[in-house]
């Protein structure tokens, strides 16, 4: 019913910047919170940072003071600005959204999972 996909991963040196874009499509949805997640070889998925449809945001520590993330509702979109990016940034990253169905009852929620994009940061 709704796909996630994610734009803007590559590989990047120390320091740098990249720009993740993840659009969302589908029919007779409307999204709640969006996110990054990333999940490094041998480690575990993490939350990396979320918004709310209202523009609140959670970011790990690990990425506070340089990652910002940010959503367009009108183009179901959001993005996140990487900066000062470091080696252990290094991760697949997905991006999540917790989809409300237009018929669903109204507590119901599902999250959909991006097919991941690849960040690497190396020298």
């Known amino acids: 019913q709704v796909q996630l996909v994610e734009s803007g991963g590559g590989l990047v040196q120390p320091g740098g910047s990249l720009r993740l874009s993840c659009a969302a499509s589908?029919?007779?949805?409307?999204?709640?919170?969006m996110g990054w997640y990333r999940q490094a070889p041998g480690k575990e998925r993490e939350l990396v940072a979320a918004?709310?449809?209202?523009?609140?945001?959670d970011y790990a520590d690990s990425v506070k003071g340089r990652f910002t993330i940010s959503r367009d509702n009108a183009k179901n979109t959001v993005h996140l600005q990487m900066n000062s990016l470091k080696p252990e940034d290094t991760a697949v990253y997905y991006c999540?959204?917790?989809?409300?169905?237009?018929?669903?009852?109204?507590?119901?929620?599902?999250?959909?999972w991006g097919q991941g994009t690849q960040v690497t940061v190396s020298s």
């Open positions: 589908g029919s007779d949805f409307s999204i709640n919170a």
């Open positions: 918004i709310t449809s209202g523009g609140s945001t």
């Open positions: 999540n959204a917790s989809v409300h169905g237009d018929y669903d009852p109204p507590d119901y929620e599902y999250d959909y």
